[in-house]
């Protein structure tokens, strides 16, 4: 696998990678953008795995990663975004 250079294919299937606003642009004539969310800003900043099982531990990183997602500075450095769209009426 690691010397497929230049092949797509994955033993996970086919994948696309888009631009946030690639995404939106595309899907514009039938859905309208609601939210962006960041997703993991900080929750895979730990080496300690072994607290990552620590109920305390898991609730305040909850806690940290929800309401850090919806602010545009964390958004930007988040391993994932997540966006809400919405049929058009």
Do not use: C
Request: net charge negative; no cysteine.
């Amino acid at each position: 696998m690691l010397n497929r250079q230049n092949d797509e294919s994955s033993p996970f299937g086919n994948r696309n990678v888009y631009d946030n606003d690639q995404l939106i642009k595309m899907l514009s004539a039938g859905m309208i953008h609601k939210f962006t969310y960041g997703i993991r800003a900080f929750y895979g900043l730990s080496s300690n795995n072994e607290i990552k099982f620590n109920d305390e531990w898991y609730q305040n990183m909850l806690e940290l990663e929800t309401r850090a997602g919806s602010i545009d500075e964390y958004k930007k450095v988040t391993f994932f975004n997540h966006l809400i769209f919405e049929k058009r009426p």
